[in-house]
């Protein structure tokens, strides 16, 4: 039978929650989360405008959970981009090492924009955004937090292990879901905090080398888990900067501005399944969509 779900919002503390619609017309046999990994600059915007909804649509998504890190010229994000993502149908933007690129709290005068936006949580910043972000789907609660990886990073966060048992122990018993985004350069670190989180989290999915690995699966202990997300953005380029300028950089070691790609666009990510009654995932797949 269809059934319409009426969302409430979970209580606000230093952490953001929202209503989702449930997936239109759809049977509650699972519930569906899309997770796209980098959005890279303007061409990307532009096409997960286009085809964001449709794609929500025909596969029955639930919710639309996104890396944004590179939405706004490759490096970081702000409102206009938020705004774009939003009417776009994403539902929840993750940040990443790019987030203090862009000094986007300074023009944020409407709050609610900002609620969509998690902010890695093992970073101390000044940006007022929260580090934890909920929604509730047909009565199922879902909540999201991004860890930066330490390996050949340049921002100093802190253990992403020891901050993912804490979250844990804060928020763990108050959502259905728990999905962790692992930041980071390092595909062991990534792999570790995989093994780590398996059995407590309910999902977890690299992000940031932008290359989709092809590694989905359902650890031992229940976990879905995949190394990398893969990105959003222009594929004939290098990881979504434009080919000659990067090649450039490469070979006369000089640090000139690397333009966004525009061909070949690509949206890339996994796609997840969860049992409505018992909350564990049942399948998690790599998502490709093409232009
Ligand atoms: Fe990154
Ligand atoms: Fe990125």
Redesign the pocket.
């Given at each position: 039978m269809v059934q319409a779900f009426l969302l409430k919002e979970t209580s606000f503390l230093d952490k953001f929650s929202f209503p989702v619609p449930y997936a239109a017309g759809k049977m509650q046999k699972s519930l569906r989360i899309l997770y796209l990994g980098?959005i890279?600059g303007k061409p990307a915007r532009k096409f997960l405008g286009e085809r964001l909804p449709h794609i929500r649509e025909v596969n029955n998504i639930d919710l639309v959970i996104a890396?944004g890190?590179?939405a706004t010229s490759g490096a970081g994000i702000n409102l206009k981009s938020i705004r774009e993502l939003k009417a776009a149908r994403v539902d929840i933007i993750t940040l990443?090492?790019?987030v203090l690129d862009r000094d986007f709290c300074t023009e944020a005068d409407e709050v609610q924009d900002l609620g969509k936006v998690c902010m890695p949580c093992n970073l101390e910043s000044k940006i007022n955004c929260p580090k934890f972000v909920t929604c509730e789907i047909g009565g199922i609660k879902v909540g999201v937090c991004i860890v930066l990886g330490r390996q050949f990073m340049k921002l100093q966060a802190s253990c992403p292990f020891k901050k993912f048992d804490e979250m844990f122990a804060k928020y763990g018993n108050s959502v259905d879901i728990f999905t962790v985004e692992i930041h980071a350069e390092v595909t062991s670190e990534k792999i570790a905090c995989g093994w780590y989180a398996d059995g407590k989290a309910s999902l977890i999915v690299g992000?940031?080398t932008?290359v989709q690995t092809a590694d989905d699966c359902i650890l031992p202990h229940g976990t879905a888990y995949i190394t990398d997300l893969g990105?959003c953005g222009a594929h004939r380029s290098v990881?979504g900067r434009d080919i000659s300028s990067v090649l450039e950089s490469f070979i006369n070691g000089t640090r000139c501005k690397l333009a966004i790609a525009e061909e070949d666009l690509r949206l890339n990510g996994c796609i997840v399944d969860f049992d409505p009654t018992t909350k564990h995932p049942k399948k998690i797949s790599r998502f490709v969509h093409l232009a």
């Open positions: 980098d890279v890396n890190e590179n990443g090492d790019h992000s940031h932008h990105m990881i």
